[in-house]
Structures are given as C-alpha cells and as structure tokens.
RNA sequence: GCUCUUGUAGUUAAAUGGAUAUAACAGCUCCGUCCUAAGGAGUAGUUGCAGGUUCGAUUCCUGCCGAGAGCACCA
C-alpha cells in the first residue's frame, strides 16, 4: 500500500523549501473526520518567525501544494491548521491492498534483520501462577508479536525461579505437609506446593534459620529427602505452566532457570569483588550511591546468588544462546527500583551487554483490597480466572449455532481468553490494573469478545455473500467512515511498536468495530444492487484487519460465536 | 524520611503540546417480519488544588494535597 502519510509529508517539505521554512513536519489524523484525514499545525509552529498570521502562512503554504490524484481538498481552518482529505481514488486502492494482502496486511520491513529476545511471565515454580503472570504474559506476547510484524526475528524466553528463598519455604511447608500423592490431578498438585509455600512463608516470619539452611540445601542438593521432594515439585510446576502456556497461546523458544543463572552470575560477582562489587557484613554488595542509586546485596552473608546477581549471570547466559542485536526484559514495575542498580552493575561488568538491554515495566494486578501476595496466601490462581471467565461466556453461548459440545467449549475457550487478554491490553501497560473478577472481565462494550463478534459476524455475512455468488469487487470507492479508518492500521502498528504499547491497537480496533457495526445496522450489505460487491469488500476488508489486529493482541477470532 | 510512579464523568479507562477532552460500564429514552441484539441510535455527566512556560496545557515545569511501590542479605 502506498505511504500516503509520507507522501503529504512530503508535499509539506517541499512547500516549506519553497518558502525558505524549516521544521518539523508533524502531520496527524485529526480526533473529528469533519477535520479531515491528515492535518498539519506546522503553519501555528513557524507564524511567530515568519511574523505572520498562522491563518494566512498556512494558505501560503498550501499555495504551494501541487494537485495530486490521492488528496480531493485541502483546506486551511482558523487558527491556523491545514487539513487534507484522500481521494477516493486513495481509498480504492486502499481496499485492495487489504484483500491482496490479507493477513500479511500490516507488516513491515522496518526492523528485518534484527534479533530480538524478550523475556516476559517469568512465573516461579513452587508459587501459584496467579493473574499477574498473566498480565505479564499477555503483554509480552503483544509486544513481541508487534515486534515480529516490524519484520524482526523475535525470540520468546521466560526466566523461572527453582531455586531462591521462595522454594525453601515451599520445601519446609511439604518437609511439614507431605507431598500429594502420585494419583492426585496435576492441579491438586501444584495447588499442594503453593500451599506448603504460604506455610513456610508463615515460619519464616517467625523463624529463619531452618529455612535458611534448607536453602543452602537446596543450592548444594545435599539432602537426599529434600532433592527428592524438590525434583518432583519443580517438575510439576513446569509441567502446569506448560499447559497454560499452551492455552495462553505463547510459545516460548528459551527457557532459563535461577538455578543455572545463580552460579554463573555468583562467579561474576567474586570476580570483581574489589572492583565493582564489595564486602560488607558478611555480604557482597554493590554500592548503588556512586551512581546515585542504592545499595543491594548481591551475594548473601550465607554466600548464596541473590535475584541481583543472578540477573547478572542471565545476561551472559542469554546472549550466549542467542547473540541478540536487542534483549527485552518485561517485569512489573515493583522490581524498578532495583533494575536500575542492576543495570548498573551490568553496565560496569559487561558494558555491550547493558547496551543491548532494556528493561520496560507495567503495572501490577491489584485486587479491590489491595496488593496480591502470595506469601499469605492471597493470590488469584489464574486457573480459578480461567473457570469463572469460562463459566461466564457458556452462559452467553445460545446453543443453536454449535455442531456439537467439543466445538462449544473450544470456542468458550478463544472467548474466554480473548476478554481476559483484551481486559489487559486495552489500557496502558504502565498502569495497575484493578482487578476485580466478578466485575472486570467483560463480555460487552469494549471487549475482546467485542471484537471477536464484531470480526465473526462480519464473515458470517461473506460466507453468505459467497453462497449468493457476491463476490467482492472494488471499482469505485466511496469515502465513508470505514474507508477513512482501514487504512490507518500500519499506521497504528508502527505506533503501538515504537512506544511498546499493545493498547494503540486494541484503542484502534474499538473504533474500527465500533463503525462497522454501525453502517452493519443501517446498512443492507447483501443485495439486488450492484453496490452489493463493494459493501461485501468492505465487510471483508474490515474482517480482515480486525483479525490482524487482534492477532497481534494473541487473540483468535472463532469461527462462530 | 528519601526515591520512583500516579491523580480525567458515579465506576474503569483513552487522548506524539492542538480544534467541541474520547469510550465503555452503570442510569434514563428508543431500535426485532431485516445479512449473528455478545449489536445499534439518543440522553445526562469529567481534567485534585495553586502558580508558571506557550499562539494553544489533561499532556511540560514548580509547589501543595491525596494514592501506590521501593529503600541490605526475598524475587
């Protein structure tokens, strides 16, 4: 498809050059269409230099637009803006770039060639997998998906912590507990596990050193009853995140455990004691404040990694397996604090690879009474989401459009986690999320499933177009909401990629669906006339882009809903 | 106390420094012999407070007030 923005850019420049004007070209789609579908304030920007009116330097510069096929009008609105409106002659051709490239329509060459790792969910055996890995998970999928539609090769990798504080007092709680029997379900199981974590957790505030020395334990797999119980755990923990991974639909190309990490960043710590990192209390630390930071520990007084140094040992770990041009790293933002300091040990230790890194955060899942934490207890099991959510949409789902149960529930299942990864992604990443479940999750308004009806009952119309042999066909076009919101989706693409913010797209598929649905109601698609071809190309166009957009959104769209 | 983040309709959220601050939910009024009503149309309602920069501020700066997170051996 051509690049009209550019193109008008373009026009602006050399308007600019004829008039002996400099600056920078800022062309947007106006919040009205009555305001056209580009508009430039560049006339307000350089009035004051030029000592003129904004009003009257903007006619001057359209003056010296020339006349092009693709802009039907220009037209200058006081104070001083300039707005363009595309040609039909644009918008047919848009359209037929849709159809022609169909699920490719969307993509670009920008970043080809570059190597891209991404670490996002990072969920911990022995701990529940609760909704906040999921919003790590559905926000890190977008943005790698984003970043494979650049034309980037992408590689997916999630870092689990087996071994740490965190397993110890697992292990304590199942020392105490027992371990679930080999029969029980793999959900029993891990259920099992998280609470013999909330046990150890609550000895631990009473008492460290029991745990403290099953921790060592741990690192040096030196107890036999404890290896044992730990090998079984960790097992069933990753084999649980394996299933939800799978229903999540993200597939990871790398996986990196604490336990190799701790070693290997351990090594890199002793290494520089002296010079970047110090001994102090028995502990080995790096001081934070040289660089107007803090100070963390990075080998404990018991000589065991903590996170800090292990994150170190990942960053060599990783590029080892992968040499990466960019490594991405997707955390909640209450680890900020402490990347910053790790950014800089890395910085000091390996510079090119604290140069290749970057650290985004979003924000934290809240329940209505406050934060999650699963030291006591007090966590969302994702499953119980998915049961709810589930539950939900069954309701909704009338009967009559399914062939049998098995099509029913696996369409329930694309719902149900289209409303929850949408839930998510719709809003700023940055942001928390207040999470209530009953409440939050919506199956109307602006909704996955929203998108997903929009997208499904629009190519139930094609498939009735096609049996009624109308095909789609595009001679002239018309310039109606929906021509002048199509083409916008590269567009929002680059955006939503440059600014690693997913809810451009989901913000854009609102409004795309939001027209469709309104020309669906006034609108007979399927007719005598011989419109009928266009408005079935225009359905498909629209199906088509919303079905890229929420696929970059890890959402599929059913075949019938 | 220090550092970082944050404050927009009743609620949850949008808005590269631009035009009349945009949606959804919850209200209220409507739309069913018609391609999927998980839909559509209408209605009412919002930038914490005080300054500053700017032709123009929800957006940038300062102060105040409120909320959250982090601040040495957890991740």
Same mark, same amino acid.
């Given at each position: 498809m051509i690049n009209i923005k550019e193109k008008i850019e373009e026009f602006i420049k050399v308007a600019l050059t004829e008039l002996s004007l400099k600056g920078e070209i800022v062309l947007e789609h106006p919040g009205l269409l009555e305001h056209g579908d580009f508009s430039s304030n560049i006339a307000m920007a350089l009035a004051k230099e030029r000592k003129t009116s904004p009003f009257k330097l903007a006619e001057e510069i359209v003056s010296k637009i020339k006349k092009d096929d693709y802009i039907k009008k220009i037209e200058v609105v006081p104070p001083g803006f300039i707005n363009f409106y595309l040609s039909n002659k644009f918008f047919a051709e848009s359209l037929n770039s849709i159809l022609k490239e169909a699920k490719d329509f969307g993509r670009s060459k920008e970043l080809v060639g570059q190597k891209i790792m991404i670490e996002y969910t990072d969920p911990n055996p022995f701990k529940?997998?609760?909704?906040?890995?999921?919003?790590?998970?559905?926000?890190?999928?977008? /943005?790698?998906r984003? /970043?494979?539609w650049g034309g980037a090769e992408v590689k997916r990798a999630c870092y689990q912590g087996d071994v740490g504080m965190h397993v110890a007092k697992a292990i304590f709680g199942l020392l105490k507990l027992g371990l679930p029997?080999?029969?029980a379900t793999l959900?029993?199981?891990?259920?099992?596990?998280?609470?013999? =974590?909330?046990?150890?957790?609550?000895e631990f505030e009473r008492n460290h050193a029991e745990i403290d020395a099953i921790n060592k334990k741990i690192y040096e797999k030196s107890?036999?009853?404890?290896?044992e119980l730990y090998v079984k755990g960790r097992a069933w923990s990753l084999e649980y995140f394996e299933e939800i991974y799978k229903k999540l639909d993200t597939k990871f190309n790398f996986y990196f455990f604490e336990s190799e990490s701790g070693g290997i960043g351990g090594e890199i710590v002793r290494k520089n004691i002296g010079k970047i990192f110090e001994e102090s209390d028995g502990a080995i630390i790096f001081r934070g404040e040289n660089y107007g930071l803090h100070t963390r520990v990075f080998i404990n007084s018991f000589g065991l990694p903590t996170y800090e140094a292990k994150e170190l040992g990942l960053a060599k770990i990783? =590029?080892?397996? =992968?040499? =990466?041009?960019?490594? /991405?790293?997707i955390t909640g933002n209450e680890v900020n604090d402490y990347f910053k300091v790790l950014l800089q040990a890395l910085t000091l230790v390996f510079p090119e690879l604290a140069?290749?890194?970057?650290?985004i955060s979003h924000g934290m899942l809240r329940l209505p009474t406050g934060k999650m934490s699963s030291r006591k207890g007090e966590v969302v099991p994702a499953e119980d989401l998915f049961a709810v959510l589930?539950?939900?949409?069954?309701?909704?789902?009338?009967?009559?459009?399914?062939?049998?149960?098995?099509e029913k529930k696996e369409i329930a299942e694309i719902v149900s986690i289209g409303a929850m990864k949408f839930s998510i992604l719709k809003q700023s990443p940055g942001r928390d999320i207040i999470f209530d479940i009953q409440k939050a999750i919506s199956l109307e308004g602006d909704s996955g499933p929203y998108l997903q009806y929009t997208a499904t009952r629009a190519n139930s119309v094609l498939e009735k177009a096609r049996a009624a042999g109308i095909l789609p066909k595009i001679n002239e076009a018309k310039s109606g909401e929906l021509e002048r919101c199509l083409y916008r989706f590269p567009e929002i693409i680059k955006t939503a990629r440059e600014n690693l913010s997913p809810q451009y797209v989901a913000d854009y598929l609102l409004d795309l669906a939001q027209a469709f649905n309104n020309y669906y109601n006034q609108v007979m698609i399927i007719d005598d006339s011989n419109e009928s071809p266009y408005k079935v190309a225009l359905a498909a166009a629209v199906a088509q882009v919303i079905t890229n957009g929420l696929n970059i959104l890890g959402i599929k769209v059913p075949k019938k809903m």
């Amino acid at each position: 498809m051509i690049n009209i923005k550019e193109k008008i850019e373009e026009f602006i420049k050399v308007a600019l050059t004829e008039l002996s004007l400099k600056g920078e070209i800022v062309l947007e789609h106006p919040g009205l269409l009555e305001h056209g579908d580009f508009s430039s304030n560049i006339a307000m920007a350089l009035a004051k230099e030029r000592k003129t009116s904004p009003f009257k330097l903007a006619e001057e510069i359209v003056s010296k637009i020339k006349k092009d096929d693709y802009i039907k009008k220009i037209e200058v609105v006081p104070p001083g803006f300039i707005n363009f409106y595309l040609s039909n002659k644009f918008f047919a051709e848009s359209l037929n770039s849709i159809l022609k490239e169909a699920k490719d329509f969307g993509r670009s060459k920008e970043l080809v060639g570059q190597k891209i790792m991404i670490e996002y969910t990072d969920p911990n055996p022995f701990k529940e997998f609760h909704i906040g890995h999921l919003m790590s998970n559905s926000i890190g999928e977008s /943005i790698s998906r984003l /970043i494979e539609w650049g034309g980037a090769e992408v590689k997916r990798a999630c870092y689990q912590g087996d071994v740490g504080m965190h397993v110890a007092k697992a292990i304590f709680g199942l020392l105490k507990l027992g371990l679930p029997s080999e029969s029980a379900t793999l959900r029993e199981k891990v259920s099992a596990l998280g609470k013999a =974590y909330v046990l150890g957790a609550e000895e631990f505030e009473r008492n460290h050193a029991e745990i403290d020395a099953i921790n060592k334990k741990i690192y040096e797999k030196s107890d036999r009853e404890i290896n044992e119980l730990y090998v079984k755990g960790r097992a069933w923990s990753l084999e649980y995140f394996e299933e939800i991974y799978k229903k999540l639909d993200t597939k990871f190309n790398f996986y990196f455990f604490e336990s190799e990490s701790g070693g290997i960043g351990g090594e890199i710590v002793r290494k520089n004691i002296g010079k970047i990192f110090e001994e102090s209390d028995g502990a080995i630390i790096f001081r934070g404040e040289n660089y107007g930071l803090h100070t963390r520990v990075f080998i404990n007084s018991f000589g065991l990694p903590t996170y800090e140094a292990k994150e170190l040992g990942l960053a060599k770990i990783k =590029y080892d397996k =992968y040499s =990466y041009d960019t490594s /991405i790293v997707i955390t909640g933002n209450e680890v900020n604090d402490y990347f910053k300091v790790l950014l800089q040990a890395l910085t000091l230790v390996f510079p090119e690879l604290a140069k290749k890194t970057r650290h985004i955060s979003h924000g934290m899942l809240r329940l209505p009474t406050g934060k999650m934490s699963s030291r006591k207890g007090e966590v969302v099991p994702a499953e119980d989401l998915f049961a709810v959510l589930e539950e939900a949409v069954n309701k909704k789902m009338g009967p009559e459009r399914f062939a049998s149960a098995e099509e029913k529930k696996e369409i329930a299942e694309i719902v149900s986690i289209g409303a929850m990864k949408f839930s998510i992604l719709k809003q700023s990443p940055g942001r928390d999320i207040i999470f209530d479940i009953q409440k939050a999750i919506s199956l109307e308004g602006d909704s996955g499933p929203y998108l997903q009806y929009t997208a499904t009952r629009a190519n139930s119309v094609l498939e009735k177009a096609r049996a009624a042999g109308i095909l789609p066909k595009i001679n002239e076009a018309k310039s109606g909401e929906l021509e002048r919101c199509l083409y916008r989706f590269p567009e929002i693409i680059k955006t939503a990629r440059e600014n690693l913010s997913p809810q451009y797209v989901a913000d854009y598929l609102l409004d795309l669906a939001q027209a469709f649905n309104n020309y669906y109601n006034q609108v007979m698609i399927i007719d005598d006339s011989n419109e009928s071809p266009y408005k079935v190309a225009l359905a498909a166009a629209v199906a088509q882009v919303i079905t890229n957009g929420l696929n970059i959104l890890g959402i599929k769209v059913p075949k019938k809903m």
